[in-house]
């Protein structure tokens, strides 16, 4: 029995496990700290979208406002003026009032709020972003280790659908298969999923990043199939998919955690460009893609209506690379293997 001053070692005492130690490398690396405070301020920005265009912009960024007038400074002001030239020949939106409550950014060609439309466009583009990304290391992780682990005929079979898929350059494959969704909509059997519905842009920019992210899986997974650990476990008769499950799979997570932020870049950025194009989100939705291509024909005289979107793609995109780099550094996946996860 154990005495009563004996007690056993207290939790703090304990070595800390490899994430709470990867937590804490993260929690000192300042620049990666910053890219998520950016980016969960950028978040919270965006759901608050309803709450800005009801309460504060007291607009509807999905109606088009093309007769109405915003208050500033006591006196009513058109949406719509004239164009600054000699003739004052058509009309421009009204360009950045820098008051919440009339047109912060100013208007659009359809004379709809810009900050508001750029929060509603941000939490599409987010959302978006985030459930490609999702499904993408999903599939990833299922390909790279399935082809790393079986090896043979498996790996060589799925190795080549990944090497088409790679040759083929990203944004043309994304594109081909938008027009195709776009204008047919989706049918699984008895499930159709129209040409709006968001799982369509979704579900192109996982399936087009998945080779770029299954490599790496599988080249750490083939590392992973000749460690000691995983020779000792087979020789003692353990089922496969338990090695998989308890040995090949935590260690590779460490992997999959570095890559979901540049996944998360780079559906940020083809969304942008597949909505741009009119073969991404569609009608009545807004994403920040949709709201640069409404500002292509304002850009000489309303630029704000496109830089707006573009530079918060720039601030979102360059906030997940830091943050990618600094998991990247905190987690040290390039000696990961050298310990059993």
Same mark, same amino acid.
């Given at each position: ?70 208050? *500033? ?15 004052? %020949? ?14 912060? %950014? ?38 790279? *280790?399935?082809? !790393? ?93 338990? *090695? ?62 496109? *830089? ?17 780099? !600094? ?15």
């Amino acid at each position: 029995m154990r005495r009563g001053g004996a007690s056993s070692p207290s939790s703090a005492s304990r070595p800390a496990g490899p994430w709470r130690r990867a937590g804490r490398r993260l929690a000192r690396d300042r620049a990666a700290m910053v890219a998520l405070a950016v980016l969960l301020a950028v978040a919270a920005a965006c759901l608050m979208a309803p709450l800005y265009a009801r309460d504060v912009a007291h607009t509807d960024p999905f109606t088009s406002n093309v007769a109405g007038a915003v208050t *500033i400074d006591g006196r009513s002001v058109d949406i719509m003026q004239p164009n600054d030239n000699p003739l004052h %020949l058509g009309l421009s939106p009204i360009g950045p009032t820098w008051r919440a409550s009339a047109d912060l %950014l100013g208007a659009d060609s359809q004379g709809r709020d810009l900050a508001a439309r750029l929060l509603y466009g941000g939490r599409t583009s987010l959302l978006i972003a985030f459930c490609a990304a999702a499904l993408c290391i999903v599939l990833a992780a299922v390909v790279g *280790i399935v082809a !790393g682990y079986v090896g043979g005929i498996v790996d060589a079979v799925l190795s080549r659908i990944m090497d088409i898929m790679w040759a083929v350059p990203v944004y043309l494959f994304a594109i081909s298969l938008s027009i195709v969704t776009v204008s047919q909509g989706l049918k699984l059997g008895p499930i159709v999923i129209g040409s709006d519905n968001l799982l369509i842009p979704i579900c192109i920019i996982a399936l087009v990043y998945v080779p770029y992210a299954a490599r790496p899986v599988r080249g750490r997974v083939m590392t992973l199939r000749r460690a000691e650990f995983v020779t000792a476990a087979r020789a003692l008769g353990v089922p496969g998919y338990r *090695i998989v499950l308890r040995d090949i799979l935590p260690n590779v997570t460490g992997t999959l955690v570095v890559l979901a932020p540049l996944m998360m870049a780079l559906a940020m950025m083809a969304e942008s460009a597949l909505s741009f194009l009119s073969i991404g989100v569609q009608a009545p939705g807004a994403s920040w893609g949709t709201i640069i291509q409404d500002g292509e024909g304002l850009i000489y005289t309303r630029p704000m209506v496109a *830089i707006a979107p573009g530079l918060a793609i720039v601030i979102v995109v360059l906030a997940l690379n830091v943050l990618g780099d !600094g998991m990247r550094d905190a987690l040290d996946v390039r000696d990961s293997g050298r310990e059993r996860g």
